[in-house]
């Protein structure tokens, strides 16, 4: 499972509803290759008759997509789309996806943003079954990829459990590695994976508009009595990360239907 948008970050929204929505139809339909590079795009009359609506609001999403790279408006010539610079991306399986992003700390490098302890917000707490005053430690990282930002991280662990790795062996040892030289034996997980956009603070750190799409991963891990032992809140640029699933047919008659396919090579490297 995954889509893989294109190479240029989608970097911000235009103002007003109806901009936003050209500007997101006329990127997608440059990212699936609908308007090849070096091909011209229909002028701002026809688009806006195409889209339902006016050439104000036209020109505004095309304003932003030319901000971004995307295009370029050259006299005479119309309104050409760019060829995009190739960026490093990650991909992970999303049946394997735990064993993988393990092996995507090692293979990337990450920048400490912040780290401190104190009380975490309600709905973290809740979710790790921590009482309203416990303590954890919470950090901010960010991941990057030959250089480039694409993954935004925000951690919550048990002060009890956090005090056992230093601020500089978390900016440089990938967080799970410190978990279990902790003595901590991760037995479960609870992930979910959604869309947001940028905050102006996440905007900042990722290269990216304020307001920018992010896919958006959260997760709770426990251990083997279940207890929680960390919360994680990612946020990824969606040009440069992608979850996939292979999926087989599988069953008879009415009974036939898909289910995803674990990769046992991936699971068992890990395990």
């Keep these: 499972m995954g889509l893989t948008l ?31 590079p070096g091909s011209v795009l229909p002028g701002e009359q026809k688009l806006a008759v195409t889209l339902g609506v006016s050439r104000v609001t036209v020109r505004r999403a095309l304003d932003v997509l030319e901000a971004d790279g995307l295009i370029e408006r050259r006299a005479g010539s119309g309104t050409v789309v760019c060829a995009q610079k190739a960026s490093p991306t990650m991909a992970a399986d999303f049946s394997t996806l735990m064993p993988q992003l393990v092996e995507m700390g090692q293979n990337t490098t990450a920048r400490l943003l912040s780290f401190s302890y104190g009380v975490p917000p309600a709905g973290v707490a809740a979710a790790m079954g921590l009482d309203g005053q416990a303590r954890v430690q919470a950090a901010v990282r960010l991941r990057l990829v030959e250089g480039e930002p694409f993954s935004h991280l925000t951690t919550w662990v048990p002060e009890a459990i956090a005090q056992n790795y230093t601020e500089a062996e978390l900016a440089t040892t990938p967080l799970y590695r410190l978990l279990e030289r902790s003595g901590v034996k991760v037995d479960a997980a609870h992930q979910t994976v959604s869309a947001t956009l940028a905050s102006p603070e996440v905007a900042e750190a990722l290269g990216v508009r304020v307001g920018a799409p992010l896919l958006s991963l959260d997760r709770v891990v426990r251990d083997e009595e279940g207890r929680g032992v960390e919360y994680l809140a990612a946020l990824y640029r969606p040009e440069m990360f992608r979850l996939e699933m292979t999926m087989s047919h599988v069953g008879t008659g009415k009974t036939r239907h898909w289910e995803p396919v674990i990769n046992l090579a991936r699971r068992e490297a890990a395990e």
């Design 6 to 36: 294109a190479s240029s970050a989608t970097k911000g929204l235009p103002d007003g509803g109806k901009a936003q929505r050209v500007f997101l139809h006329l990127h997608q339909e440059i990212a699936r290759g609908a308007y090849a």
